[in-house]
């Protein structure tokens, strides 16, 4: 049995109540299989058994009292994974569906994909069950300073660096960093997706979007083909969405979906100008976003409770959550006679539908690789606030650009260097994993 197959048997004994954990386990390892082969040091090292075991996760209670004057418990969570590269760096997700797989599966990626963007972070993440749909501000208020009475005494500017991620934006980041500055009595960065009063960094809302966008670009241009003139089916509504919506306008190419939980609404003239104004409206009223939309934009047509992933394009940008496109979705696309999809939500595609998808000529970016922009800026509003001075836009942009540039080379690199033809979800593990493994290595066995 290889190093990898009896890893992953020990993996599925020891954590079988945690799917997603180990479809992501599943879908890393597997694409590595060469890289062991070539480097039987890393199994003399255990770095599949270290790799996969956290350095430390915290599950804690967020008591918390709602605007009845009722008392509200939530569970949180931080998974601080790997700090091979530098301090604990990811998001926090508030969702109902938060649990501690979710949190491992997101947190486990995060090594990887903060490893691509070449900067000095490792991998973590955390959340709460906690269901912010609904709730008043002051609601939003209470549970963040309650969950951040517990989370600071685990985080700190070089210790363990959150930002936002569903569920949470530059205003729970904002009560969050508030609490922690209060406790802490220190103005030091801690968290990332500030907003710009607050020592966050200009263009940082909309720079993961942005990033999976010019990592398409690439992927497409590695093909011989341009962004201009593709048409595009996306899901979501948050800021991915929202930024990706953005820069897909700006190059020339055309969106003709968005989706929400309501359903996905076809806007065969594109979602562009007064239209992506117009969905950030829609997302800062808490309400639903496909069917006011298809009543303010009349030639839009609503589909209640369905997914996009039927409608023919030329390029398909989950944007929303983990396996929202599976199997049945995969063959729609092929039949579609689609050429690319590139992930921008994390893990959107079950492994099943990746292998099917690329089975079937679909070239895949995988997410780790196509959504590094957001951590990656945020890392960079890392750097702003120990210099305790303010990037431009512009700045923040250049580099944006340059790091996805770089992001797509390196993959492109790794399946040159094992011989994987198109895989581009095997090359992104690749050279996330290589990076990683090599500073293990240097760090002796910890
Ligand atoms: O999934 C992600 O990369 C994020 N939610 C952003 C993490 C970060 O630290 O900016």
């Known amino acids: 049995m290889s190093y990898v197959s009896e890893q992953l048997e020990a993996l599925r004994a020891k954590n079988a109540n945690q799917p997603e954990f180990l479809q992501t386990a599943t879908e890393v390892l597997t694409s590595l299989e060469p890289v062991f082969d070539a480097n039987p040091e890393y199994e003399k090292n255990a770095i599949i058994e270290r790799i996969t075991e956290p350095e430390r996760q915290v599950i804690f209670r967020v008591p918390w009292v709602d605007d009845n004057g009722k008392v509200q418990v939530n569970r949180?969570?931080?998974?601080?994974?790997?700090?091979?590269?530098?301090?604990?760096?990811?998001?926090?997700?508030?969702?109902?569906?938060?649990?501690?797989?979710?949190?491992?599966?997101?947190?486990?990626?995060?090594?990887?994909?903060?490893?691509?963007?070449?900067?000095?972070?490792?991998?973590?993440?955390?959340?709460?069950?906690?269901?912010?749909?609904?709730?008043?501000?002051?609601?939003?208020?209470?549970?963040?300073?309650?969950?951040?009475?517990?989370?600071?005494?685990?985080?700190?500017?070089?210790?363990?660096?959150?930002?936002?991620?569903?569920?949470?934006?530059?205003?729970?980041?904002?009560?969050?960093?508030?609490?922690?500055?209060?406790?802490?009595?220190?103005?030091?960065?801690?968290?990332?997706?500030?907003?710009?009063?607050?020592?966050?960094?200009?263009?940082?809302?909309?720079?993961?979007?942005y990033g999976i966008v010019f990592y398409a670009r690439e992927m497409l241009k590695h093909f011989g083909e341009e962004i201009k003139g593709k048409t595009v089916v996306v899901s979501g509504f948050g800021n991915v969405t929202w930024g990706t919506v953005q820069k897909l306008d700006q190059l020339g190419a055309k969106v003709i979906t968005i989706s929400g939980p309501d359903g996905y609404i076809l806007d065969e003239d594109g979602v562009t100008g007064d239209k992506i104004d117009y969905l950030l409206e829609l997302r800062a009223s808490g309400k639903n976003i496909c069917s006011p939309y298809a009543e303010k934009y009349p030639n839009a047509k609503f589909f209640k409770g369905e997914k996009p992933w039927g409608v023919k394009a030329d390029l398909y940008i989950p944007c929303a959550t983990q396996n929202e496109i599976r199997i049945d979705d995969a063959k729609a696309m092929v039949a579609n006679g689609t050429k690319f999809l590139c992930e921008g939500s994390n893990m959107p595609t079950t492994n099943e539908a990746i292998e099917y998808l690329q089975s079937n000529g679909v070239v895949v970016g995988p997410s780790k690789a196509a959504n590094a922009g957001g951590v990656a800026c945020s890392c960079i509003e890392m750097s702003q606030n120990a210099e305790h001075t303010i990037f431009t836009e512009e700045d923040v942009y250049k580099k944006l650009e340059a790091i996805m540039v770089n992001i797509f080379k390196q993959s492109v690199a790794a399946c040159e260097k094992y011989n994987l033809g198109d895989n581009l979800v095997a090359g992104a593990n690749i050279a996330g994993f290589e990076r990683v493994a090599q500073a293990m290595l240097i760090q002796g066995i910890c």
């Open 76 to 209: 949180g969570f931080r998974v601080q994974f790997s700090s091979a590269l530098g301090p604990y760096k990811g998001g926090l997700r508030f969702d109902p569906s938060v649990n501690i797989s979710v949190i491992k599966f997101l947190g486990f990626e995060q090594i990887f994909k903060n490893s691509l963007t070449g900067l000095p972070i490792g991998g973590g993440k955390g959340g709460a069950d906690f269901n912010p749909v609904g709730k008043s501000d002051m609601e939003i208020m209470r549970f963040c300073q309650s969950f951040m009475t517990e989370l600071f005494r685990h985080i700190g500017p070089n210790t363990d660096v959150p930002a936002g991620d569903m569920g949470v934006g530059g205003r729970e980041i904002g009560y969050m960093m508030g609490q922690y500055k209060r406790i802490r009595d220190c103005y030091d960065g801690t968290l990332t997706g500030k907003g710009t009063a607050n020592g966050g960094l200009a263009g940082r809302a909309e720079a993961t979007g």
